[in-house]
């Protein structure tokens, strides 16, 4: 029963790289969404999908690109990483887009950019 | 627009005490509201949420939340806390436009023996 699977869990990366998060679920979940964590902030929404196909931006979109292709796979590209980045990236799912469906998350990237 | 604000950012309790989270909300329009509790280094689990009907909700692991429409409250308590239950806490609103959830700042509990 894996759920909503990320990878990879620890990334360092150097001012300017680009490097792209992975995400799968598979529970057949029409929405998906990316939410970056940072200290008594609690957790911002970056993008999120309503279906293959389909994206939209969040809270916090800027410097980072969303693509969906199939239901079971949502990957965040940072196209160009900067030190305010670095944050525990959750991925996260459910099994549609109204409000009140729980939402399942991810285990978490932690990605340091320095 | 949507906010949630949890006003104590870390609540030390002794094992087998009662613990009491607060969490406010603003939003204009009608909300979901959901406790989400985070183990170190995992991601978030949801603990309970309400939806609609009676304003008190119960999770399997005897924390209860009363939903205040009128002090715009959805707080977290559980009367007798076990080590286990040292985590954060995230409060959260949703429900206005799709399922975007807002989140609080979170709230770390200690359990200490």
């Known amino acids: 029963n894996a759920g909503v699977t990320q990878t990879p869990k620890f990334q360092v990366l150097k001012t300017g790289q680009s490097m792209t998060l992975q995400c799968a679920q598979d529970?057949?979940?029409?929405?998906m969404s990316w939410y970056r964590q940072d200290p008594g902030m609690g957790l911002r929404l970056i993008h999120y999908?309503?279906?293959?196909?389909?994206?939209d931006q969040g809270e916090v979109p800027n410097g980072y690109n969303v693509s969906r292709s199939t239901t079971e796979d949502f990957p965040l590209r940072l196209l160009s990483a900067a030190p305010s980045q670095t944050s525990v990236y959750f991925c996260?799912?459910?099994?549609?887009?109204?409000?009140?469906?729980?939402?399942?998350f991810g285990e978490g990237s932690w990605l340091t950019v320095v | 627009a949507q906010s949630v604000t949890q006003l104590d950012s870390q609540v030390p309790v002794f094992e087998e005490a009662p613990v009491e989270l607060r969490c406010n909300y603003s939003?204009?329009?009608?909300?979901?509201l959901f406790w989400y509790v985070q183990y170190p280094n995992q991601g978030l689990q949801l603990l309970l949420k309400?939806?609609?009907?009676?304003?008190l909700v119960e999770s399997i692991n005897g924390f209860e939340a009363e939903f205040n429409k009128s002090q715009t409250s959805f707080h977290l308590r559980k009367p007798s806390v076990h080590i286990s239950d040292t985590a954060e806490y995230f409060c959260?609103?949703?429900?206005?436009?799709?399922?975007?959830?807002?989140f609080g700042g979170g709230t770390r509990v200690l359990v200490k023996p």
């Open positions: 996260a799912s459910s099994i549609g887009q109204a409000g009140g469906n729980t939402i399942y």
């Open positions: 529970m057949n979940h029409e929405y």
């Open positions: 999908s309503v279906g293959a196909g389909i994206t």
């Open positions: 939003s204009s329009v009608s909300v979901y």
């Open positions: 309400y939806l609609s009907g009676s304003t």
């Open positions: 959260a609103v949703g429900g206005a436009a799709g399922n975007k959830l807002t």
